[in-house]
């Protein structure tokens, strides 16, 4: 018998609705204590997933809420278990005050997560499915949103259970011949799953493919602005932020330190880093700011070098520019054009180069379009992306596992040691789904989660 718990599945926030949720066995009967229905009806003979009328009490007895409940019946509910849901006028203190109620009627606190813990230890998720509720609520995109309901609605549990199984199968044939000589089981060929294991060995191979689009989906486009001390750098910041995110003066080396945040260029989500000024100095300070500047670029999905564009190029700024000459995604900006050009793109070394002004903000639709371009990406976001570091690194050692079966197979190795790697493989993806998964990353994942989900 499951424990009765319950919290607010909505935030702190005055809203026009706010829920109070139960799950556990006996949850009806708790609830009851604190809920009458207009009806008459005890809150337990209720109909099934229909939502009824009544009052909500506090521990006092005292009327707090004219309120819709509805009793949803295990084991068709999002836990499994027996569910019931109050749907209140949003206000915090009643939230408060029934949910005070339904703990002295008998109910626990619920820890975070627990609602969705549940409903993966009772089956009705897998831990693919679960871990996307979070991202789902995290979304801060609706390319994003869209891939977690995909992978809420099983889309990644789908492409790794026909893998799973199959290995699965394989292992099964070898150890009953193994274990069973004398009983009528077809002899085991590993020639004849050599096709299975290739297939299945580039299947992983491509879905680890997408750990690139899908981190990026995921965590938006990492961008590293760099240049020259007082080319622009903080105040195309604040441009593409809408505000005065950073501090901007004539004096060069203002920016000390990486300063970060994170906007919408177009339809791509980009977490900007505005970097302190790359030039030989001896402040000690701006000299690791400088430090850091180099480090942001060697870890940014995107560099953008500034330059002024109304005053010839120095030596600093080509320092500047060996430095962005290795990145794998790099956009160059003359700045100031409101000011003059006496930079042309032909004196820069990059394959794109806007002209810009940080002040007018002409040339930053020109920059959205190319990021767009560059980002957007073509793969699908409907849940067949990896988006999530956990299960990429689950799916990138199951991968590393099959391509080393692949090699014993084809050096002659016997099959108890090919299986052996089949085997590693098959642990490494049953962490993505939560076949094969420790305690304890279990309970890390779910205080990803907030109270109430």
Not at 79 to 86: Q, Y
Request: glycine share 8%; hydrophobic share 40%.
């Amino acid at each position: 018998m499951s424990s009765v718990i319950a919290a607010v599945s909505t935030g702190n926030q005055i809203s026009a609705i706010g829920i109070l949720r139960l799950t556990g066995e006996g949850c009806a009967q708790v609830a009851g204590k604190v809920f009458t229905l207009n009806s008459g009806l005890p809150l337990w003979e209720a109909p099934n997933r229909k939502l009824v009328l009544g009052t909500l009490k506090d521990t006092k007895g005292r009327v707090i809420d004219q309120c819709m409940a509805v009793y949803t019946r295990a084991p068709h509910t999002y836990t499994g278990e027996d569910t019931v849901e109050f749907h209140c006028h949003g206000s915090p203190a009643v939230l408060a005050e029934g949910l005070n109620a339904l703990f002295a009627a008998g109910a626990a606190p619920a820890k975070r997560g627990e609602f969705t813990k549940r409903a993966f230890l009772n089956g009705q998720l897998d831990l693919t499915q679960a871990e996307a509720v979070i991202d789902l609520i995290e979304a801060e995109t609706a390319e994003a949103a869209a891939n977690a309901a995909g992978q809420v609605g099983g889309r990644l549990q789908k492409k790794l259970a026909p893998i799973y199984d199959d290995l699965t199968d394989l292992c099964s044939h070898f150890h009953a011949v193994l274990d069973y000589p004398d009983e009528d089981i077809e002899d085991f060929g590993l020639d004849r799953y050599s096709a299975a294991l290739k297939s299945h060995a580039k299947s992983l191979h491509t879905l680890l493919q997408t750990y690139g689009q899908g981190r990026i989906l995921r965590q938006g486009v990492s961008v590293a602005i760099v240049g020259k001390p007082n080319v622009g750098k903080s105040s195309l910041l604040n441009a593409l932020a809408g505000y005065d995110r950073v501090i901007v003066t004539e004096i060069a080396g203002t920016t000390r330190d990486t300063v970060e945040e994170t906007v919408m260029l177009g339809s791509t989500r980009l977490r900007l880093i505005d970097t302190a000024g790359i030039r030989q100095t001896d402040d000690r300070i701006e000299a690791i700011g400088v430090e850091r500047s180099k480090q942001a670029v060697e870890q940014a999905d995107l560099v953008l070098f500034v330059c002024d564009g109304s005053a010839p190029l120095t030596d600093d700024d080509r320092a500047v520019i060996d430095v962005c000459l290795d990145a794998d995604n790099a956009i160059a900006l003359i700045n100031k054009s409101d000011l003059g050009s006496t930079v042309v793109p032909s004196d820069l070394p990059f394959m794109q180069v806007i002209s810009v002004s940080t002040k007018t903000g002409s040339g930053l639709d020109l920059l959205a379009d190319l990021v767009d371009e560059m980002f957007a990406g073509e793969t699908p976001c409907d849940g067949s992306i990896l988006t999530n570091p956990r299960q990429f690194d689950a799916i990138r050692r199951a991968s590393d596992a099959m391509q080393a079966s692949l090699q014993g197979l084809q050096a002659g190795q016997t099959p108890d040691a090919v299986l052996t790697d089949v085997e590693a493989a098959m642990e490494a993806m049953g962490e993505v789904t939560g076949n094969t998964v420790r305690e304890d990353i279990t309970a890390r994942i779910f205080e990803r989660f907030c109270v109430g989900k």
